[in-house]
Nanobody, 121 residues
Framework: QVQLVESGGGLVQAGGSLRLSCAAS????????RGWFRQAPGKEREFVAA????????DYADSVKGRFTISRDNAKNTVYLQMNSLKTEDTAVYYC??????????????WGQGTQVTVSS
């Protein structure tokens, strides 16, 4: 089992920045991909970004390209999501996930509990 714990969410004004962290514990495997998803009220969970722990390859949703950056520290089993130029439409619960590389929730076997990000106008 892999346990994922997110932190760093909060309330920020539009145009501001936040950095989310996701610490993994338990049966961590260096080959797992780590991803971030988000879910706004009444909407489906959507892909935000992913980073391959082996190759370092990263992918982003079009809606966050150029504003968000995903990074990982394998020694600390932690992945980060730096979010800049935040918009009100970025408001959602953000989830960290671990599993196979992909942009759909089905690719990921392990999930954190989520952290709320609220962007005010």
């Amino acid at each position: 089992q892999v346990q994922l714990v997110e932190s760093g969410g909060g309330l920020v004004q539009a145009g501001g920045s936040l950095r989310l962290s996701c610490a993994a514990s338990g049966r961590t495997f260096s080959g797992y991909t780590r991803g971030w998803f988000r879910q706004a009220p009444g909407k489906e969970r959507e892909f935000v970004a992913a980073v391959s722990s082996r190759s370092g390859r990263t992918d982003y949703a079009d809606s966050v390209k150029g504003r968000f950056t995903i990074s990982r520290d394998n020694a600390k089993n932690t992945v980060y999501l730096q979010m800049n130029s935040l918009k009100t439409e970025d408001t959602a619960v953000y989830y960290c996930a671990s599993g196979n590389y992909g942009s759909t929730p089905e690719a990921y076997a392990y999930w954190g509990q989520g952290t709320q990000v609220t962007v005010s106008s």
